[in-house]
């Protein structure tokens, strides 16, 4: 008996295809996304993380070789050295334009090399660079000093011992010829591992030397505008719109109950119509989702600091939640009307919305995936564009930004969610054409 139970068992497993694609392919996709955001494992060579532009103000040979030497070293970051201008001329970042790109959000940061700036092995240079980030990317502010520090040692090691040396025999007297001939030697062999390191591109940045070029690293947004942001509001965003794509996916599950229980058919055949059915249900799921996106947004302002709160950023922030809910309504709608029953609309629609979850930037920062997903979640996921409309309010705005200029920054994510928004109804219309057949 238990043979026959488990074979029967077997069969109707082999029958439910949704069910066979949740238990076998399911797990190897979710695998795959995790392996190549965190594995290195989408896209070619090592993940950029880090996108930085670059000032020389000080135009010499020593500040030339420190940038080649910061694109040499590739791993984690990017280096930007000029933009193009409207006839295709490649134009060098100035301080102030680098400055407004990572307040705007661009770049993860800037590093600005000033005039007169020197690499003082001795600990006496007074001109450090300045490194300007975004704290959306916390990455950016420890990871780059260290970086500065790995690119001025390489190809300046012999100005390191040069000067270590020169401080030595000024207080210890000067070298015997045994110990100068001992110093060439080992200048000669130093000169062969360093062109044997940069042959097989086998430059290690991952430790850095206690600080040898001075470096201050300022957060633009304090700076600018005397707000420190926390990663309270990149989080805000991210988990409320994965949990917006659950909640609306249940409730769009009434329509499957309403089948079951023969009440849809009922309704259909009445003066409301399939269209203003999806169209009552798709107002009422907006508002449960916009009323709970709220409430998770006035818990984290009383709980966890999140503002501070202007006439502007309210009213953007009801504009793009609106959008948002919309949009979302749409989605869960379209599932449930490609659903037959509501458990398949539970399995399918938990995967649909982890993966675009965890591509969306929902889960994790978008900033720490491979530049490939970041371009792929553009298109593939509705949490990416929900995500960075909220960035604008919460993130990129000022206690001194209009409503005018937040507005006109969500443009783009404010105009992608009602073209989706468009098409889910639509095609939940045309799914939902099956039921007025029966």
């Known amino acids: ?96 334009e680098a400055r407004e ?18 690499i003082d092995f001795s600990g006496q240079s007074k001109t450090p660079i300045l490194v300007l980030v975004d704290p959306s990317n916390p990455i950016a502010g420890t990871m780059i000093p260290g970086m500065i520090q790995g690119a001025a040692m390489q190809g300046n090691r012999f100005t390191m011992i040069e000067n270590g040396m020169t401080e030595f025999e000024k207080f210890g007297g000067a070298l015997t010829p045994q110990q100068q001939a001992a110093m060439k030697s080992w200048e000669s062999q130093m000169a062969a591992d360093e062109k044997a390191a940069k042959n097989s591109n086998a430059t290690d940045n991952s430790k850095t030397d206690n600080a040898m070029v001075p470096v201050t690293v300022e957060d633009v947004q304090k ?84 503002g501070p709160w202007t006439g502007a950023r309210i009213i953007s922030c009801i504009v793009i939640t609106l959008f948002t809910a919309a949009a979302a309504s749409g989605l869960g709608l379209l599932l449930a009307t490609a659903c037959r029953t509501r458990g398949q609309l539970a399995g399918i629609s938990t995967v649909i919305i982890l993966v675009m979850s965890a591509l969306g930037g929902s889960m994790m920062p978008r900033f720490v995936m491979p530049e490939i997903v970041q371009e792929i979640s553009w298109y593939v996921t509705f949490n990416a564009w929900s995500v960075e409309g909220y960035l604008e309010v919460f993130w990129y705005s000022t206690s001194t930004t209009t409503l005018g200029e937040m507005l006109s920054s969500m443009a783009a994510p404010l105009g992608v969610l009602a073209g989706m928004t468009i098409v889910f109804m639509a095609i939940a219309r045309l799914l939902a054409r099956r039921w007025e057949r029966i």
């Not at 995790?34 to 989408?42: K, L, S, Y």
């Not at 965003?237 to 079951?260: N, R, T």
């Not at 947004?297 to 966890?304: H, K, P, S």
């Open 223 to 306: 700076q600018e505008t005397g707000e420190k942001r926390s990663m309270v509001a990149y989080y805000a965003a991210g988990i409320g719109v994965m949990f917006l794509l659950f909640s609306v996916a249940g409730a769009s599950g009434s329509l499957l109950e309403d089948q079951e229980a023969g009440i849809l058919e009922r309704m259909i055949s009445s003066p409301l119509g399939m269209t203003r059915l999806l169209i009552a249900n798709w107002v009422w799921i907006s508002l449960m989702g916009m009323v709970s996106m709220f409430t998770l947004y006035l818990f984290a302002t009383f709980v966890f600091g999140l």
């Open 101 to 118: 790109s990572v307040l705007g959000g661009k770049v993860d940061a800037a590093i600005i090399i000033p005039k007169g700036f020197k």
């Open 1 to 96: 008996m238990i043979a026959a139970l488990i074979n029967a068992k077997l069969k109707i497993l082999v029958r439910d295809r949704i069910a066979l694609a949740l238990v076998f392919i399911m797990p190897v996709i979710f695998f795959a996304i995790f392996a190549g955001i965190f594995g290195g494992g989408m896209g070619s060579g090592p993940t950029p993380r880090v996108v930085a532009v670059v000032v020389d103000e000080d135009q010499t040979e020593i500040s030339k070789a420190l940038i080649a030497n910061l694109k040499d070293a590739g791993a984690g970051m990017r280096i930007i050295e000029t933009y193009s201008a409207n006839d295709n001329q490649s134009i060098p970042w100035t301080a102030e």
